[in-house]
């Protein structure tokens, strides 16, 4: 057999491979009634997480902090138990809300908490990991995620500098069940996060109808997740906050178009952009009444955006720093202030 064969016989036997594992991602998926909300199998934790969670950047910009509690308190009654944060959003504020709603009526105990490590190196990391414990004043965190892997360096100083030695003895020493890692800025940096020697538990990146044309995540990204069962956690579902993402003011589409693409895809979890009773609502609905997009259907909600999306037009998250964090561009030497 020719070598030219061979290669194609390999890259289609893969291809094969990577569809089967999405289509076995989507079938784990539950229905509404056990739990209130479809969940799906988080990689490979085992865990079942509800396919849509709460975003703690959104929670922490809530002026009402009641209002903030109310959200999270009706969303776990629900049955939305997926809750993300960081430790640099608002300053620390938004766990601190999110500690002040768990730690009621023993709402810790029903949810799958995450939150974000903002350093790299390892004393900085020990100190956030302390610092986000005792804002959401809990005594141990279902995944850490390294946050922003957007500078091409990001992944060497996570390993070189100590930050991951301090996740490993943060896991041994049962303060953080799973370690993942996040990022918006190109699939190159997960790819490289992805080879590093380190079985990671989850990543999470932008999944939108976008991003299959531009830099796109969930076609160089996700299959690779899906073959390390690494558990794909979505984000910027709209391209933007909600409910005025870019794709809903600028490409005409609907939120639950946006919302149902990407749950079609084989992703575990897509946290959304709630920031209000309305719009937890509004999803909580989308989810219970979930019903995956035929290929037909993907492929012309791609067609009508296929113009204005592969020049990155609309996610600019990839193609600036305008949406850096400002403690990740200090950490690198850039004005926090300055926009590209």
């Known amino acids: 057999m020719s ?13 094969l491979s990577v569809a089967a594992l999405a289509e076995q991602t989507l ?8 739990s209130g909300i479809p969940t799906r199998v988080l990689g490979r934790t085992g865990q079942r997480v509800s396919i849509i969670g709460i ?8 002026q009402d902090h009641n209002e903030a509690i109310r959200i999270m308190h009706a969303a776990i009654d629900e049955g939305v138990n997926f809750f993300d944060n960081a430790w640099d959003y608002h300053d620390g504020h938004s766990e601190e809300i999110m500690g002040k709603a768990l730690v009621q009526d023993g709402k810790r105990k029903k949810v799958f908490l995450m939150t974000k490590n903002c350093e790299r190196d390892y004393k900085g990391s020990k100190k956030n990991l302390e610092d986000s414990l005792s804002r959401l004043k809990t005594d141990y965190l279902d995944l850490w995620q390294f946050h922003e892997m957007v500078y091409d360096n990001d992944p060497d100083w ?10 490993l003895e943060a896991r ?32 999470q990146m932008p999944i939108n109808v976008l991003d299959a044309s531009y830099r796109s995540f969930q076609n160089e990204v996700v299959p690779v ?4 069962n690494v558990g794909v956690i979505g984000m910027k579902g709209l391209a933007g906050g909600y409910p005025q993402g870019r794709l809903i003011s600028h490409a005409g589409l609907t939120a639950e178009e946006c919302y149902r693409y990407c749950l079609s895809l084989p992703i575990t979890v897509q946290v959304m952009g709630i920031n209000s009773m309305a719009h937890l609502k509004a999803d909580i609905a989308l989810a219970r009444n979930f019903q995956p997009l035929t290929s037909e259907a993907r492929r012309q909600l791609l067609a009508r955006v296929k113009d204005e999306a592969g020049d990155g037009r609309h996610e600019l998250f990839k193609s600036t720093k305008n949406f850096d964090g400002p403690h990740h561009r200090r950490q690198h030497g850039f004005d926090p202030q300055t926009a590209d």
């Open 158 to 167: 996570v390993f070189d500098k100590g930050g991951m030695k301090a996740a």
């Open 3 to 15: 070598r030219e064969k061979s290669s194609r016989r390999e890259f289609v036997g893969n291809a």
């Open 27 to 34: 079938a784990q998926t539950s229905s509404a009634g056990a």
């Open 225 to 228: 997740c899906l073959e390390k």
């Open 55 to 62: 975003p703690g950047w959104h929670i922490g910009a809530i």
């Open 172 to 203: 041994k020493a049962g303060k953080v069940r799973y370690i993942g890692f996040t990022g918006h800025k190109d699939p190159r940096i997960h790819l490289k996060m992805l080879n590093k020697p380190h079985q990671w538990d989850t990543a």
